[in-house]
């Protein structure tokens, strides 16, 4: 061969054929490849509208199968429109995704990881809105919630329960906690109306029974001696002794008549005036007595203490009659009213039942028990009701209906009270209503809920935890994005 030209190696021109063979075969794989891509992207075109949701949070949507950023569970097809022609579905923007924990971070690359916590990006689900629109209340919305629409399968693993309301006759009796107390109006206060020293105490100790009339103490007083020698030297002027006959009728009986008056007013018992008389010397001391029957429930005086005109020696109460003071709540009181029967038993006197009637109702509420005060006033004669002791009162009340509802079913917060209301297909509507009277695992609505509608009665916590985590989702959706300069932060 010519000088620079050299005879080729052998199997040149067979491994020539093998590589363009297999320049051939990858070109095959390549048009493959292609065809099924465009094959598959024709056939999710014509699914369009089937996304991938979380069971155990729907705010989760995805248009491709895969986990739940937040629990890991297995996405699974949510339900579309039956029968829908996807190709008349309006063509989706651009997906956006947020942290869980940062609302505020959104990015259109799924990729992405929160620059404040690393957190991977889940889709901001709430753009898919329809259904909670459709679902929105007719009435005023209860702030913080939102209406909820749950599938069937996810109903079913939460255990969700309903009850429609009933209209039903309320109890007719209302049952609640009362004590004794003295009745007010028997207290009397012991004093003296002139000023002196105390030589005898009768009385030495709070607690004591005191009949009418009898002594307490006794004091000494210079005052109460003039008045008393005045009194007697009328008497003389009237010559009044025994077999005597008055000089002077007229002017004597004045006279006699003013002194003992004086007296009188004094605080002097008539008994006390008569034995002045009848000894017809000043008595060293003058008895102080009781205006009533009843106990000693204060006592302020001491033998041998000196005290001024007005001072209070005693305070007695007459228990012939006692107030029972009964606590009525707060979602009870439109019910109760002056003039209804009442009773009261006590575990001291077993199968008795002491009756009367409520009395007077008192203004304010107890802010502490959110209760209020109601009086009723009974009869005593045998001193059985003593105060301080506690029982149970019954308030008859007449028969009222009212539409009624499990209390389990009733969401009250402290500010609203609402309940979930059951629209079927698995949408349910918070509903902000007025409760009243609650007693026996029920409580009645006053108004909001009609009869007939049905309300949730279990899994609450969780429905009502979902429908807020919702009402934020939708709330920052609504407020412009104030970070979306990320959206052109350089991916990881």
Not at 243 to 262: F, K, V
Not at 319 to 324: A, M, N
Not at 403 to 418: F, I, W
Request: net charge neutral; aromatic share 6%; with cysteine.
């Amino acid at each position: 061969m010519p000088e620079g030209e050299e005879r080729a190696p052998a199997g040149t021109r067979t491994m020539a054929i093998v590589r363009w063979a297999l320049v051939g075969l990858m070109a095959l794989a390549a048009v493959a490849a292609w065809v099924d891509h465009a094959r598959t992207s024709r056939s999710e075109r014509q699914a369009a509208g089937v996304q991938f949701i979380c069971p155990m949070h729907p705010q989760i949507v995805t248009t491709h199968q895969g986990e739940c950023p937040i629990c890991g569970m297995d996405l699974v097809p949510a339900a579309g429109p039956p029968g829908g022609d996807a190709s008349a579905a309006p063509a989706p923007g651009p997906a956006r995704y947020t942290c869980p924990m940062h609302l505020a971070f959104v990015s259109t690359d799924p990729k992405a990881r929160c620059p404040d916590c690393g957190m991977k990006l889940v889709p901001l689900a709430a753009e898919a809105a329809p259904q909670a629109a459709a679902a929105a209340p007719a009435g005023p919305p209860v702030p913080g919630v939102v209406p909820v629409e749950l599938s069937a399968d996810r109903v079913q693993l939460i255990g969700m329960r309903s009850v429609p309301a009933l209209r039903e006759t309320l109890g007719s009796a209302i049952r609640a906690v009362g004590f004794v107390a003295s009745n007010e109006s028997s207290l009397v206060s012991v004093n003296s109306r002139f000023s002196g020293w105390v030589e005898q105490l009768s009385v030495g100790q709070t607690g004591q029974l005191v009949q009418k009339g009898e002594a307490l103490a006794a004091l000494y007083s210079p005052e109460m001696l003039n008045a008393q020698q005045v009194f007697l030297n009328a008497i003389k002027w009237t010559d009044r002794k025994p077999g005597g006959s008055a000089q002077a009728p007229g002017i004597a009986n004045d006279l006699e008549r003013d002194a003992r008056l004086r007296l009188e007013l004094l605080g002097v018992a008539p008994q006390d005036i008569d034995a002045i008389a009848e000894a017809g010397l000043p008595q060293r001391t003058i008895n102080v007595r009781s205006p009533v029957r009843g106990y000693v429930s204060r006592k302020s005086v001491l033998k041998g203490l000196y005290i001024q005109a007005g001072t209070e020696l005693f305070q007695l109460a007459d228990l012939s009659t006692v107030w029972v003071l009964v606590d009525v709540y707060e979602s009870e009181i439109s019910r109760v009213k002056v003039g209804q029967q009442a009773s009261f038993e006590l575990k001291s006197y077993p199968g008795k039942k002491f009756t009367g009637r409520v009395q007077f109702i008192y203004p304010a509420l107890n802010t502490g028990s959110r209760t209020l005060q109601a009086r009723i006033e009974l009869r005593n004669p045998a001193l059985e009701l003593r105060p301080g002791m506690f029982g149970d009162v019954t308030l008859e009340l007449g028969a009222t209906e009212a539409v009624v509802v499990p209390q389990e079913a009733l969401v009250d917060t402290g500010d609203h009270q609402y309940v979930f209301v059951d629209r079927g297909g698995g949408r349910y509507e918070p509903r902000p209503v007025k409760a009243g009277w609650s007693g026996d695992g029920r409580v009645a609505i006053l108004a909001g809920l009609a009869e007939g509608e049905r309300v949730v009665t279990t899994a609450n916590f969780l429905l009502d935890s979902e429908s807020r985590l919702r009402a934020a989702v939708e709330a920052f959706k609504a407020a412009p994005a104030p970070r979306a300069a990320h959206d052109a932060a350089p991916k990881p």
